[in-house]
């Protein structure tokens, strides 16, 4: 069974960072493109940044510059570095494989606040 654990949010003020973990189970992690999303309230859940099995990144144009995906496989962890937070990055969220699994986690809330 393939499991998602999210977990480093928190509340942070605007221009502020935080490091998103996700511990991934259940599958050969280093073969897989990851990926990280995130929902905001009353909005559809969109692709936030993903890597590739051979360490390749791309960033949705919104994040471009201020987040930074990468991958431990002997963890079988992958991170999001989030600098220069922004009000509207606040969402949940999540990770899985790229293109999506069914497999969810509860994800892991931003909340960007003064």
């Known amino acids: 069974q393939v499991q998602f654990v999210e977990s480093g949010g928190g509340l942070v003020q605007p221009g502020g960072s935080l490091r998103l973990s996700c511990a991934a189970s259940?599958?050969?992690?280093?073969?897989?493109?990851m990926a990280w999303y995130r929902q905001a309230p009353g909005k559809q859940r969109e692709l936030v940044a993903s890597?590739?099995?051979?360490?390749?990144?791309k960033y949705a144009d919104s994040v471009n510059g201020r987040f930074t995906i990468s991958r431990d496989n002997a963890k079988n962890t992958v991170y999001m570095q989030m600098d220069s937070l922004k009000s509207e990055d606040t969402a949940v969220y999540f990770c899985?494989?790229?293109?999506?699994?069914?497999?969810w986690g509860r994800g892991t809330q931003v909340t960007v606040s003064s």
């Open positions: 890597i590739t099995a051979a360490q390749s990144t």
């Open positions: 259940g599958l050969m992690f280093r073969i897989y493109a």
């Open positions: 899985n494989l790229h293109p999506v699994s069914p497999d």
